[in-house]
């Protein structure tokens, strides 16, 4: 599966077989994948490089649906911008090593779908490193809902052939769909868990966001993520 489409020729189409078992997943959106590779359907949410507006804005509105549970699976270009909260000093330090500083890179636009999306793994390229985040919750404490799951975040270096783990651009999981695992395994919060990093930022820059709706390309996908984890906070589902 690919979801990036430069230097295709020409506009693709979501879902589009490139070759025989290559397919286009699109640049943006909430999909599911039925018996390609797995034997229950997965939901996948993909984010292709520079986004538009209107793209962001759309997929949080999909994740508010009544019956979202949250997406398998998140494939973005870009890390989400401001995940280095909670993060250990180490972290820092192993990622500035490798040429990368945790608070200056991300998007924006991945930001607010990983929040909005809740996927419990997100995939990231752009970096050219390999780094998995401490998990994260998606909720500052568990509610009695089913999508109280955690998030894992792992961003993979560029293909090449190289032995170097700090560069690994390859990582096996091993995943069963939200809707079929049980509720023990599904909230499970395995040990260094954080708080999500991207709740406290959206609350924070709501007023801000709002005034500049016009002006930042991210705005409107950021509006609509806030006003929904304002919701989720007053109780709604």
């Not at 506009?11 to 640049?27: I, M, S």
């Not at 752009?126 to 799951?149: D, E, K, L, W």
Request: proline share 8%; charged share 25%; net charge negative.
């Amino acid at each position: 599966y690919v979801f990036e489409d430069a230097g295709a020729g020409g506009p693709l189409a979501a879902d589009q077989e490139l070759a025989k078992q290559v397919h286009f997943l699109g640049r943006a959106g909430i999909r599911t994948l039925r018996g390609r590779i797995s034997s229950m359907p997965l939901t996948v949410a993909v984010l292709a490089d520079s986004p538009e507006p209107a793209d962001v804005e759309r997929m949080c509105s999909d994740a508010n649906a009544p019956g979202f549970l949250g997406a398998d699976l998140l494939l973005s270009s870009d890390w989400p911008r401001g995940q280095e909260v909670d993060l250990p000093e180490s972290s820092f330090t192993s990622m500035a090593e490798l040429g990368v500083h945790l608070s200056a890179v991300g998007s924006d636009a991945v930001a607010a779908t990983a929040a909005a999306t809740k996927p419990r793994y997100h995939f990231a390229g752009t970096h050219g490193v390999f780094f998995q985040r401490p998990p994260y919750r998606n909720h500052p404490q568990p509610p009695a809902q089913r999508r109280s799951h955690v998030t894992r975040f792992i961003g993979l270096g560029r293909a090449a052939a190289t032995k170097d783990k700090a560069r690994k651009w390859l990582h096996a999981i091993e995943i069963e769909p939200i809707p079929y695992m049980d509720r023990a395994s599904l909230i499970a919060e395995p040990a260094g868990c954080t708080d999500s990093p991207f709740l406290e930022r959206a609350a924070d820059g709501l007023e801000s966001i709002k005034r500049a709706r016009t002006d930042a390309p991210m705005g409107a996908g950021m509006v609509s993520l806030i006003e929904r984890e304002e919701g989720v906070r007053g109780g709604a589902a």
